[in-house]
C-alpha cells in the first residue's frame, strides 16, 4: 500500500450510540485496503436517572469535542501519511439507538388483474408506509425529540414478483407482489445539529448518515459469508438493538430498554458501592483480578441483573419471530468494558433461579464482534486504537467509497 498515493482521500467516520461517540480518520483509495489513521471514542457523563433532554445535550457536546480532538491533534496524527490537514472529503454517521429508529418489513400486493412493477408503483407504497412508520414513532414515549423525524435509508432487501425472488422488477408484470424492505429515520434535530457540527468544523459537504443496524449487516455479511442465520445485537449504554438474519437478508429489527448503564446502577444500590466502585469492581472482576471472596458475595446480585438482561431479550426475539426456536448464532456489538458478562449470560443459565418460564431457556452460540475479525479487511494506523465499531463504520464507508469510484 503506497500512503503517498494521489488518488487517496481522507474520510471521517462517527459512531454515535447511547453511552459514547466514537470517531475515525481513514485513508481510501481506490483497489487498496482501508487505513485507520486515528481512532477516539469519548464517553458521556453517566446519569443516575436518565433524562433525554440531557443525554441529547451529552451527545451533541460529545460530538463536538470529538471533531475538536481530531482537528487538534491532525500534525501529529497525520505525519507520514502524506496528508498535511484533515480535510476529509467524506463522512460518515452511524446512528444506534436512541437516535435511529429501524423499521424490517414486508408489503404483500394482491390485485385482480396484472398489473406493471414501477418505480412510481414502489415509491408510492414506501412513501404510504415511512409516513405511517413515522406517526408510530412520534406517538411513542421516551424517544429524543420525536416531533419531526428525517428518513435517512430506505433499503429494498427482497422483491419476489408471483411468488418468485426478482433481482430486477421494474417493468415486469405480475398479478402479486412482495417487497422486503429496511426503513431508518432520526429525530431531524438530531440530524440537523449532527450535520451542524460537521460542517462548522470541517469543509466536507458530502456528508452522509445511516443506521448502524444497516451498517453491522453489510459487515457480518462480508466476513462471515457462510452465515445466513443469525441474530446481532448492540448493547448500548442505555438500548440494546437487536436484528434477525434468516436466509442471507434481514427478517425483523428492535430495540429494547436495557443496556450496561442500568446494570451498573442497579448493581451499585444492591451491593452499596458508588457507580464509579461498581464500574471498577465489574472491570476487575471481567479480567479475573477482582478478589475471590468479593467476587463470591457479589456474584448472585451479578448473575440476576444479567439473567434479566437475556429474559427480555429473549422474549424481544419471541415477539419479533413468534417463534421459540430463532436462531442460535448471536454476534455482539459494544462499546463498553462488560462484554465478557453479557457473552457469559448468551451462552448458559447464568443461574436457574432467576429464569423466566415464559420465555425459551435455549443458550446462544454467542461471540463479541471484535477488531480481529476485520484485520484482513482494514488496516490499522501504528498506535491506534482498535476500536471494533469504529473498524466496522470504517468498512462500511470503504464499501460505499469504493462502489462509487467505479
Sequence with gaps: MSLFSPK?????????GSASVGAGLVRLARGETAQIIYSTREFFPYQEKVDPDRLFRNMIETLKWAHQKIISEETARLTGTGFRHVNAKRMFYSFASPWSITQTKTLSVKKEKPFVFTHEFLNGLLLDEEEKFKRKAIESRGRIHPEALSVIERRIIQTRLNGYDVKDPFGKTAGTADIS????????????QTMGISHSSHTSKNVRAFAFPLIAYSCLKDIF??????????VGGEISDVSIVEDGTIAESASFPGGQNPIIKKFAERTGMTATEAVSFLKLHAHGHAAESVTAKYQPILDGLMQKWVDNFRFVLKKLQG???PPRKVFLFMDGDLSHFFIK???????????????????????????????PFLVWGDGVPEDSLIAVVSLFAWRVYQSKKK
Design 8 to 16: 487517496a482521500e481522507l474520510s471521517l467516520v462517527f459512531d454515535i
Design 225 to 234: 459469508q457462510d452465515e445466513s442465520d443469525f441474530i446481532y445485537a448492540r
Design 345 to 375: 449470560a448468551l451462552r448458559e443459565d447464568v443461574s436457574k433461579n432467576f429464569r423466566n418460564p415464559a420465555v425459551s431457556a435455549v443458550s446462544f452460540d454467542a461471540a463479541l464482534f471484535s477488531a480481529d475479525s476485520l484485520k
Design 181 to 192: 424492505y429496511f426503513t431508518s429515520i432520526v429525530p431531524s434535530l438530531v440530524l440537523d
Design 323 to 325: 417463534s421459540m426456536f
